[in-house]
């Protein structure tokens, strides 16, 4: 797609604001009536009990994300100025929280330091029935001078303000995670299916229920039959009709709202791929990619389009005419976006017609910037995309684009540091990125940002709770915006377990281990989701195609997703299956080298069996096994 | 030496002009087939190393007035498998007339995204590569790559 005409791009505008704007009108007009937070800012010193209150606007609307919000009508300001130095504020903290009447409407709270311009240091995006949120923020840390609160309406009916405290109080008591971690459940592909697996990708498709996995060139439909617990799996072949020919790289994305699973292999200088709206019943052939020059490390990813709200469309109608402009094209809702590595740098290819073409592709970043292979594409549901690199200057870097795939900022993940696997992003409903990478000493890491990148917060090593020293392949989804899982493999044993392994071999048994928060990244559990059958004996290398025989048996990556019940899948190719390996694995005493290991290529799902999913509002009803 | 090389080096910073009708497989006196140490000896003339990344490298250019950093691949035999040259943000301007005859290019993209692509074979038949400029601008460019077709990366992460 190289060109819009003038009559699309007025269907697209029509397409999605025309009934927007009798609301926008509205809400403009109720603007107009309505004030800013009463008083509009507050002084706080460091002394136990100095506090401000403060009342909202009373304005209602709805948002997606902070993003999407027009302060004076959809949210509204309040500052506080602490005063004096940081040191001043050891054993304090600042409590900041805000509170409404009705359980029906949704308020969020996030703090700048400094303007709006400034990085969010610290939110509260709680969801229905939730009628409060709350933060607290270490002034030893973050400093003194200006905060500005940000209150954002979510999801509010009028005639529910809310109110505001900010407090100078002493810490709460740090808590572990508590509560029951979730368990989980190994299927293996039958036999004959997923035989030649590596690098598997995984969807969820929340029309049918089904799941979508890529096991290299074996498209595969999985059903979960739940009338039995624990439940039976269903696999049965779906290939496209070009995408079970050859691969340089396979991707498999499944949009989990439209339903759409888009399945492209790299071919050459560009790719084959098709699409399916019925879990690969039947195909549409696509163009494949938007770049015409020789590619690598391809990756698909699609989402809702970044389009104006009614109130954005009154405040800033030029830049909610380009939006638009780069919005659908056809029926199909959604964005489809193909990115790869190009000749010295990587770019992006949006499709406005759910995958069927593309346009030319826009260049992401350079190898001035970043390293050349990226992660996955994701795409917030305010429509921000995102890809992550293992590698822009000194730190892990994440990509981002707020207009549809036609510009990208590189946003430096601060506190990381590279390592050779890709690292991978999730991101909660409201906007939340989890970013979950490995470390330079290749412990699995994941952090957490509400402003896009700009800053981060909450940097863990979630493997500590099982001593995880080797890591490869994280893979993060989100569901709500305060819970996400973090899947990786890892292993205990020290050594370099990610090399060539030309020297004495690698001795280390690899598991599959699922890290989930319901905190927003403050404290998370750590499951080992493979507990008595390895994943991989000795080395799983990351050196490409410089890598031995037999060591780079898993190739690149693993997949994880999530389902409509807040359930998680993740995709993994098992390197060791056979009863002798998987014997090994299990015998503390044994050898576990590459020379002990089947070199397997065997696609496996992990499903989640207990525990609490991924979105609040399945709680009510228990996973069960 | 030197006066050995700086001749050498006006011809190939001209060569884009002189070469516009077919553009020639090389960029900055980087040709594709060049050995790795050939590179690297013209490299060390014109620039400095940057950084590396999977194979590819990333040089600063030290006087080039239009071009600001060339990257460099190369396939598994070690010799150029690709060249790509960013050009310096407010120095001498490159049109995309300057790298070959727009005529015999396919253009793709529109305002704001341009991109001009020849397929060239050199005489011989021997060697066949692209050779794609890039740009926001309508007639400037903002990177100029040659590529050669048919042969794959050094370490190409490839399945």
Redesign the interface.
């Known amino acids: 797609m ?2 819009h005409t003038a009559s699309s791009v007025h269907r697209a505008t029509s397409f999605n604001l025309q009934p927007g704007i009798i609301l926008a009108l509205a809400a403009l007009c109720f603007a107009t009536l309505a004030s800013a937070a009463t008083p509009s800012s507050s002084t706080l010193s460091p002394v136990t009990g100095s506090s401000a209150s403060w009342a909202g606007s009373g304005i209602a609307g709805a948002t997606t994300d902070e993003t999407t919000c027009v302060d004076g009508t959809d949210c509204d300001v309040y500052t506080i100025t602490l005063t004096g130095s940081p040191a001043n504020y050891k054993g304090l903290v600042l409590a900041i929280s805000i509170s409404h009447q009705i359980k029906l409407n949704d308020y969020d709270l996030y703090v700048h330091k400094g303007d709006l311009t400034g990085p969010v240091i610290a939110s509260s995006t709680n969801g229905i029935p939730e009628t409060g949120e709350s933060v607290v923020i270490d002034p030893t840390v973050s400093g003194t001078g200006l905060y500005t609160v940000h209150v954002v309406d979510s999801n509010v009916a009028p005639g529910d303000p809310y109110s505001g405290v900010a407090t100078i109080t002493t810490p709460p008591a740090d808590s572990p995670a508590h509560g029951t971690p979730p368990t989980y459940a190994n299927y293996q592909s039958s036999p004959g299916l997923g035989d030649s697996s ?2 598997p990708s995984i969807g969820s498709n929340f029309n049918s229920g089904r799941i979508m996995t890529l096991a ?1 060139l074996d498209t595969l439909q999985v059903t979960f039959n739940t009338s039995t617990s624990p439940a039976t799996a269903t696999w049965l072949l779906k290939d496209g009709p070009n995408t079970n020919i050859t ?4 991707i498999l994305f499944t949009d989990s709202i439209t339903g759409r699973t888009v399945v492209s292999q ?1 071919f050459g200088t560009t790719s084959l791929s098709s699409f399916t709206d019925n879990d690969g019943e039947t195909y549409t052939v696509s163009q494949g990619g938007g770049i ?3 590619v ?2 391809e990756t698909v990813g699609g989402g809702s389009f970044r389009l104006c709200t009614a109130d954005q469309l009154f405040a800033t109608p030029a830049p909610c005419a380009q939006l638009a402009a780069r919005g659908p094209l056809t029926q199909y809702p959604h964005a489809i976006y193909y990115a790869s590595q190009d ?3 990587a770019a992006m290819a949006l499709s406005q017609d759910g995958g069927l073409t593309y ?2 592709a ?2 992401m970043y ?3 910037d970043c ?3 990226h992660g996955h594409i994701k795409v917030s549901s305010s429509g921000i995309v995102y890809v992550p690199n293992k ?1 822009c200057g000194s730190t892990q870097g994440l990509i981002v684009s707020m207009d549809n795939g ?1 510009t990208f900022t590189v946003e430096p993940v601060t506190g990381s540091t590279s390592n050779s696997s890709d690292p991978s992003v999730g991101i909660g409903s409201k906007g939340r990125v989890y970013f979950g990478y490995v470390a330079g000493d290749g412990h699995p890491h994941i952090t957490v940002s509400d402003d896009q990148g700009r800053s981060w917060q909450h940097d863990l090593d979630v493997g500590a709770p099982f001593s995880i020293r080797n890591t490869v392949f994280p893979e993060v989804v989100a569901g709500d915006n305060d819970r996400a899982a973090f899947f990786f493999l890892g292993t205990t044993s020290a050594g370099d377990g990610t090399s060539a392994d030309t020297g004495t071999p690698f001795s280390g048994v690899w598991h599959g281990y699922i890290a989930t928060t319901y905190n927003g990244g403050r404290t998370w559990f750590t499951v080992d989701a493979t507990p008595n059958d390895a994943v991989q004996l000795g080395v799983i290398c990351t050196q ?3 890598c031995p025989s037999g060591t780079r048996n898993l ?2 990556f693993n997949d994880v997703t999530v389902d409509k019940a807040g359930r998680v899948f993740a995709a993994y190719t098992d390197g060791c299956i056979t009863a002798a390996c998987i014997a090994k694995s299990n015998n503390a005493t044994a050898s576990h080298t590459r020379l002990d290991n089947d070199q397997a290529t065997k696609a496996t799902i992990i499903r989640q069996s207990t525990g609490l999913g991924l979105f609040k509002s399945q709680d009510a009803t228990p996973l069960k096994p | 030496m030197r006066r050995a090389v700086l001749p050498a080096y006006l011809l190939f910073s001209v060569a884009p002009l002189a070469a516009a009708r077919q553009p020639a497989p090389q960029i900055l006196g980087l040709r594709l087939g060049m050995s790795y140490d050939q590179a690297h000896s013209r490299l060390n003339d014109i620039a400095q190393f ?2 590396e ?2 194979g ?1 490298q ?1 040089w600063t250019l030290t006087h080039d007035q239009r071009y600001q ?1 060339v ?1 460099i ?1 190369f396939d598994r035999d070690r010799e150029v498998r ?1 060249v ?1 040259a ?1 050009v310096r943000p407010n120095g001498k301007p490159v049109t995309y007339a300057d790298v070959g005859d727009l005529v015999h290019a396919t253009r ?3 305002p ?2 341009l ?1 001009y ?1 020849w397929r060239v074979r050199d005489k011989g038949g021997r060697l066949e590569y ?1 050779v ?1 400029a ?1 740009g926001k601008d309508q007639h400037h460019l ?2 100029y ?1 040659i ?1 050669r077709l048919g042969v794959e ?1 050094e ?5």
Do not use: C, W
């Open positions: 190289s060109s590596g690098e290299l691969t340089l790289d396979p790299l015409a020059s020789g690598d490390h000749i010295g740098d346009e030319e826009h260049p350079t190898l001035v390293g050349g292979l590698g036609l490409g195609t410089t190739l690149d | 940057k950084s990344d999977e590819q990333v950093y990257i691949g690709y790509t960013l793709t993209g529109g704001g995204n991109r692509t692209l794609i890039k903002d990177r790559a590529k990366s370490r190409e992460d490839r399945d």
